[in-house]
């Protein structure tokens, strides 16, 4: 999982609907209010020792953890336009989400 | 000042050192040096860094792209210490750090962090209202200045480069450094001249 980096500077990604913690006793350092949200890679920043295992004592392998650029009125409904949150993610957080509404559509009629 | 240590917690600390001394972890010379690098770390080693990067660009260049070589550069032990990443203020951006998760801070160059830091007060406002919480704190930015809440949670640890504000043209690195404070470099305030 220390492979290279699945995301580039620019990527629109959209983080993981998750919520391990219904499920049972973790520790991730996905903040709640990012989950299932867009966002734009801005780059990667290493690969870190995962630390959902690492809290348990288990073996830990790297995952790459980016800087993840998030809108800040989408996020809250409040908020000046243009103002933002960046916020470390680690790569298994994240998908792939099209650019923009054009591509979304134009990949649905693909 | 906090309640003394009691003697079972003391007995568990010993059971616990001794247990990390036997399987080759840590000794307690390290635990020892590393309690008084943390106890010598200070805002003022982040603000002199912060004057250093004002005045020469090559050094401004490395804080930017590598704050760990940067801050060993000016004699910090960064051994064990998490990834320095230091963010820059321009006229079009301003940077506020917060850990809403915990409290991450870079302390090998800043210090122990402020009781305000670790407030829930702060970590769950400053991420939602940033422009309300600096107007609490004096800093009233133009809406034409992007404001960006850096989340600190997880590996790395980050620092503000504020701007060099005007008025100080030909200050040597001592007397800039002397504006920094602790507040400027998480991004809750900004240097001033006078």
């Given amino acids: 999982m220390s492979d290279a980096p699945r995301f580039a500077p620019g990527a629109a990604v959209r983080v993981k609907d998750d919520w391990p913690e219904r499920r049972g006793p973790c520790h991730i350092r996905t903040p709640h209010y990012i989950r299932g949200r867009r966002g734009t890679v801005v780059r990667p920043l290493g690969a870190f020792a995962n630390p959902e295992d690492l809290a348990f004592a288990r073996p830990a392998p790297k995952r790459t953890l980016y800087h993840v650029l998030f809108e800040q009125e989408p996020l809250w409904h409040e908020g000046r336009p243009g103002d933002t949150v960046m916020v470390e993610v680690f790569e298994h957080w994240l998908e792939p989400v099209p650019a923009t509404p054009v591509a979304a559509a134009a990949q649905e009629e693909a | 000042m906090a309640a003394p240590p009691r003697p079972e917690s003391l007995a568990l600390l010993d059971r616990l050192m001794a247990a990390l001394e036997a399987r080759g972890i840590v000794t307690e010379a390290e635990i020892a040096e590393r309690q008084a690098n943390t106890d010598k770390a200070s805002p003022e080693t982040g603000a002199r860094m912060v004057a250093r990067a004002w005045t020469d660009p090559a050094y401004r260049a490395l804080l930017l792209s590598d704050g760990t070589a940067a801050a060993e550069r000016m004699g910090v032990s960064m051994a064990g210490a998490p990834p320095l990443g230091v963010l820059e203020n321009t006229p079009a951006r301003h940077h506020l750090v917060v850990c809403t998760l915990c409290s991450c801070y ?9 009781g305000w830091y670790k407030s829930f007060a702060y970590r769950s406002r400053a991420v939602r209202e940033p422009r309300a919480v600096l107007a ?3 800093l009233n930015l133009p ?18 480069l504020p701007m060099r504000p005007a008025g100080t043209e030909g200050w040597d690195e001592a007397r800039l450094a002397s504006i920094v404070t602790r507040d400027a470099l998480v991004g809750v305030a900004v240097p001033k001249a006078g």
């Fill in chain 2, 143 to 160: 809406d034409s200045v992007e404001v960006r809440v850096v989340d600190s949670t997880a590996d790395y640890r980050w620092m503000v």
């Fill in chain 2, 136 to 138: 609490e704190w004096g």
């Fill in chain 2, 106 to 114: 870079p302390r090998a160059v800043l210090g122990y962090p402020p």
